[in-house]
Nanobody
């Protein structure tokens, strides 16, 4: 059974940066198309960035140019580099396959506030 553990969140001022990590155990992530999702209070979970098994990336318009998804297959880990953070980026961030195939982890809280 695949277990996903997200980390790297925290409190950051607007304009700041964070790097999130998603470490997996129980399976080899390299064969999966992976994504980062976020869920803000009172809102539905949304997918913000994806990376294919071949390394092709995509981001939603609201984070385009600010967020970068990457993966290190040797470490079985997916990353989300977040720059120029805005208060509206505040949410719990999760990773999963692009089809949500795995059990959801606990997520990591990102709070952007001055």
């Amino acid at each position: 059974q695949v277990q996903l553990v997200e980390s790297g969140g925290g409190l950051v001022q607007p304009g700041g940066s964070l790097r999130l990590s998603c470490a997996a155990s129980g399976s080899i992530l390299s064969i999966y198309h992976m994504g980062w999702y976020r869920q803000a209070p009172g809102k539905q979970r949304e997918k913000v960035a994806t990376i294919t098994s071949g390394g092709i990336t995509n981001t939603v318009d609201s984070v385009k140019g600010r967020f970068t998804i990457s993966r290190d297959n040797a470490k079985n880990t997916v990353y989300l580099q977040m720059n120029s953070l805005k208060p509206e980026d505040t949410a719990v961030y999760y990773c999963n396959s692009v089809y949500g195939a795995f059990s959801w982890g606990q997520g990591t809280q990102v709070t952007v506030s001055s």
